[in-house]
């Protein structure tokens, strides 16, 4: 049971320290993003603290569901048990993919900043001139999160197989 909980908590840091440094970059780039858009945490209104705290407040629970589903994945059953020193590697991994999900929804966001409709930022003055900044960040998060869920999935169905492929050469050694 203590090896499943420090997959959790594997997960819970990884996904913490992520929305913390993305949240940071957001901020630098659009900061009424984060300061304007978001509910006030704590009455906090320094950028780089809301960064702070929606970093942690906004991740800790991806972090973990995801760190129970790879938990499950890598421990239930009797195939061979991984543990989270097993596991490093592979939520690394999905910590970037989260990280290029971020980057494309960013790109992509500043692409098409000309052709959303400002009136969805809510009686901001001077939409026109913030959408330059605000489209890329609003795009990065909403692709992080989708690419971190579709990331969390594969890593869990490839820690499903690594165990099945661990319990058959168990099975095939003399």
């Known amino acids: 049971m203590r090896e499943f909980f420090r997959i959790v908590f594997l ?13 940071q970059v957001s901020v630098l780039i659009a900061p009424e993003y984060l300061v304007d ?3 006030r ?5 320094q950028p780089q603290l809301v960064a702070l705290a929606w970093g942690v407040v906004a991740t800790w629970w991806v972090g973990a569901g ?7 994945s890598s421990r239930a059953g009797s ?6 020193a097993d596991l490093r590697g ?7 993919a989260t990280a290029a999900s971020a980057l494309a929804g960013g790109l992509l ?6 052709s959303i409709d400002p009136g969805f930022l809510r009686g ?20 992080a999160y989708q690419g971190a869920f579709l990331a969390g999935l594969v890593l869990c169905a490839a820690t499903l197989a690594r165990r099945r492929r661990r319990a058959r050469a168990a099975l095939q050694s003399p």
């Open 11 to 23: 997960c819970v840091a990884a996904a913490v320290g992520y929305g913390v440094a993305h949240d």
């Open 37 to 39: 858009w978001h509910p």
């Open 41 to 45: 945490l704590f009455g906090l209104r």
């Open 66 to 72: 995801a760190g129970i589903a790879l938990a499950v």
């Open 79 to 84: 195939w061979p048990k991984l543990g989270a």
């Open 90 to 96: 592979g939520v690394a991994a999905t910590v970037a």
């Open 109 to 114: 966001g500043y692409a098409v900043h000309g």
């Open 124 to 143: 901001y003055v001077s939409p026109e001139e913030r959408m330059p900044r605000l489209a890329p960040v609003a795009f990065s998060h909403f692709f």
